[in-house]
């Protein structure tokens, strides 16, 4: 099992719609998680941390499910800008491990 | 959140020449930095992390002698591909942490796109 995967998607969804995506991770001594989004030929941007609790940054909301070992990550109210690429990582030593990313398109 | 710049942001260079790339942390103290290798399509690669004067620790199949480190303030770190070559192509990228523990965020430079000749 690799250590962190992502659906690679692409998922294409309607301006407007809720999309969720799923990253698993191997290690259950992981301690932190983040969601980066990355657009293309550019660098991935942080766009927030998953926190055991759950937490919501406007449209985003991340969850931590450390029983089935995965994160989540949902957009609400999908804009044509949040056309992107999703990654996530995972930390289970010093350094952050990233998946491959699930690619989102949003349609107008 | 943090900016991390990083130049050049493309370089095009011969087969066997030298390329230096720089990554600084412009509002933040860097303990640590991270350099980073992708290829199109595919999952960002840890190649090395480094820590302010100390050597930089590189992962399995990563050789040292060919991309050198150094990261010699808590603003600045350098990666120099030595005899570079066309599979060396890729996009690299640097990021920043302030802390030493992988709580702390990450943030990326803008990277570096790499051809070689």
């Known amino acids: 099992r690799k250590e962190v995967e992502q659906d690679p998607g692409p998922f294409n969804v309607p301006e407007g719609a809720t999309v969720a995506f799923n990253c698993t991770y191997s290690?259950?001594?992981?301690?932190?998680f983040f969601w980066y989004r990355q657009d293309c030929r550019k660098e991935p941007k942080l766009l927030m941390s998953?926190?055991?609790s759950g937490n919501e940054d406007g449209r985003f909301t991340a969850q931590l499910n450390r029983a089935s070992q995965y994160i989540s990550l949902l957009i609400r109210d999908s804009k044509l800008s949040d056309s992107a690429t999703y990654l996530c990582?995972?930390?289970?030593?010093?350094?952050?491990?990233f998946g491959k990313g699930t690619m989102l398109l949003v349609s107008p | 959140g943090a900016v991390v710049s990083q130049h050049p942001s493309r370089v095009i260079c011969k087969s066997g020449t030298s390329v230096k790339i720089e990554c600084r942390s412009l509002?933040?103290?860097?303990?640590?930095m991270f350099w980073y290798r992708q290829f199109p399509k595919q999952s960002l690669m840890l190649m090395a992390t480094?820590?302010?004067?100390?050597?930089?620790?590189?992962e399995q199949g990563v050789e040292k002698d060919k991309f050198l480190i150094n990261h010699a303030s808590l603003t600045l770190s350098t990666l120099t591909v030595t005899s570079a070559h066309p599979e060396d192509s890729s996009f690299y990228i640097c990021?920043?942490?302030?802390?030493?523990?992988?709580?702390?965020?990450?943030?990326f430079g803008p990277g570096t796109r790499l051809t070689v000749t």
């Open positions: 990021s920043a942490r302030a802390g030493t523990s992988s709580a702390y965020e990450q943030y």
């Open positions: 290690n259950s001594a992981s301690q932190s």
């Open positions: 480094s820590n302010e004067g100390s050597k930089a620790t590189y």
């Open positions: 998953v926190y055991s």
């Open positions: 509002d933040f103290q860097a303990t640590t």
């Open positions: 990582a995972v930390n289970p030593y010093s350094t952050l491990t």
